[in-house]
């Protein structure tokens, strides 16, 4: 089995609170398009006067404190839609029943992981994957912090309404 090259993205963030999630999406979108790589993102708090990103720090306290997996729980969708904020409370309503509450509620894909669990979790072979599910599943010490998840940056969401029930589904029963 071939080793995986890696590419480390890094980039500084100073008074970027606007932009730090843009920037995380399009990453995300980037590394799952290439496959054959790991790559990994260290965004560079530079000393901001805003919240660039203010949730960052709050996550490393809880991973020096021992946590292993740290994870946004959104208590707050600005911006969404009533039907994206109905579909969302019915997936995690019927994930929690299906899977006896082993999808955490309002989990955010946003988190901090210690590099065991990033390896454990990149190690299974999963064709569907279901980050949030995953995450949970492999066992380590976990917490979640509420969060409120603003509105998007720009243009419009990809996420239709037949592919979040696909990837909910998909969800669902890879970890019911």
């Known amino acids: 089995m071939a080793v995986k090259k890696k590419i480390a993205v890094i980039t500084p963030a100073y008074n970027e609170s606007e932009c730090v999630d843009e920037l995380a ?3 995300a979108v980037v590394f799952d398009s290439q496959p054959a790589y790991d790559f990994e993102a260290v965004i560079i708090e530079n000393g901001s006067t805003d919240d660039t990103p203010e ?3 709050e996550m490393i306290r809880k991973w ?3 946590y292993e997996n740290v994870y946004g729980v959104v208590t707050e969708r600005r911006g969404t839609g009533p039907i994206r904020t109905m579909n969302s409370r019915l997936f995690y309503w019927l994930a929690g029943r299906l899977t006896s509450d082993r999808i955490t509620k309002n ?3 946003f988190r901090l992981v210690d590099r065991k669990v990033y390896d454990t979790v990149r190690s299974m072979d999963e064709r569907n994957r279901f980050v949030r599910g995953l995450f949970s599943w492999v066992g380590f010490k976990s917490i ?4 409120v998840r ?3 940056f720009a243009g419009e969401s990809k996420a239709y309404s037949f592919g979040v ?3 909910a589904f998909k969800g669902i029963f890879a970890h019911s």
Do not use: H, N, T, V
């Not at 979640?144 to 969060?147: A, D, E, W």
């Open 55 to 57: 949730f960052i720090p």
């Open 144 to 147: 979640g912090l509420p969060m």
């Open 165 to 167: 029930i696909d990837l």
């Open 25 to 27: 999406k399009r990453l």
């Open 64 to 66: 020096e404190g021992g």
């Open 107 to 109: 989990a955010s894909d």
């Open 150 to 152: 603003p509105p998007r």
